[in-house]
């Protein structure tokens, strides 16, 4: 997601900040709302869904897993951490890191997915969705898989559900699809096959699914656009990449004004993303900022 140049026709024209439409799907290939459903689950599936992410209240010891308090430790850690970082909002000293500690204690404690059992880290071990415990990562080899293999308990991957960004919508499905099995129910609604919608006629899935996205006509043209949304323009067409430059460097445009320069640079490289925070940079930069003033770029 980011900023990227376009060569178009020098008379190109579609609204700023407006997706192309070769990007988005015909209306005609959005299926039907199932009646029976609300995301492709079973009723049996989705009631365990709705308990993985607290919807519906959730008692830790039906996992077998001990709710979380305030003095538990990495309770108390991620308490510590948003008083640092906001003393002003949650305020300081003992009471109100008791205050963040009881409030984020009660907040683990609504949903499954910091409670899981034995048999939920099992599955997501098998669906090999756990790499923090069972791989290592470096910067020659990337990801590799730890030797021996290591089976994190319950209680670790619980801690570690609350310590950083924790469990994805994947997680939810492998742990929610794996316990319907186990306990010999259907996980997905047997009226859509799992789609969460209908066919409006036949053979529109398979339309649906054969459907490739187009993109704009090529030219001489030079223009912005960002690959934030799935793609639009941001900038007039410019017959150089110069003027796109000066066009881009203008005051005018407010914090999204770059030097000339760094332009310049950007648009020979084609692409940045949105923000970029490194030791360089000390600190959040538009990518357009970090790509246009990179030594090698």
Not at 158 to 164: C, D, L, T
Not at 270 to 282: M, N
Request: hydrophobic share 35%; with cysteine; net charge negative.
């Amino acid at each position: 997601m980011g900023r990227e140049i376009r060569r178009v026709p020098l008379d190109f024209e579609w609204p700023l900040n407006e997706v192309w439409k070769g990007f988005l799907s015909p209306d005609t290939l959005d299926g039907e709302k199932c009646p029976d459903c609300k995301s492709g689950y079973s009723p049996q599936a989705q009631n365990l869904y709705d308990l993985w992410f607290g919807k519906i209240p959730f008692d830790p010891s039906s996992t077998g897993s001990t709710p979380w308090r305030h003095d538990s430790p990495p309770v108390r850690a991620f308490a510590e951490r948003n008083l640092s970082n906001a003393p002003d909002y949650y305020g300081t000293g003992e009471a109100a890191l008791l205050r963040e500690a009881q409030r984020l204690a009660d907040l683990f404690n609504e949903g499954w997915s910091r409670h899981l059992a034995q048999d939920d880290v099992d599955a997501l071990i098998a669906a090999d969705r756990l790499y923090d415990f069972t791989h290592t990562w470096t910067r020659e080899n990337g990801w590799q898989p730890k030797e021996p293999s290591v089976t994190p308990t319950a209680e670790q991957v619980n801690e570690w559900s609350i310590s950083g960004l924790g469990h994805d919508a994947i997680n939810a499905s492998v742990v929610v699809r794996a316990r319907c099995e186990r306990e010999g129910v259907e996980s997905i609604c047997q009226t859509c096959d799992g789609h969460a919608t209908i066919e409006a006629y036949p053979g529109q899935r398979a339309d649906a699914e054969a459907w490739e996205p187009t993109d704009p006509p090529e030219g001489d043209g030079w223009q912005l656009w960002e690959t934030v949304s799935e793609g639009s323009p941001v900038s007039p067409v410019f017959a150089t990449a110069d003027g796109l430059a000066a066009w881009m460097s203008d005051p005018e445009r407010g914090d999204r004004w770059v030097p000339q320069e760094v332009a310049a640079k950007f648009i020979a490289d084609g692409w940045a993303p949105a923000f970029v925070s490194s030791a360089r940079t000390h600190g959040l930069v538009s990518g357009v900022e970090y790509v246009g003033t990179r030594d090698d770029a």
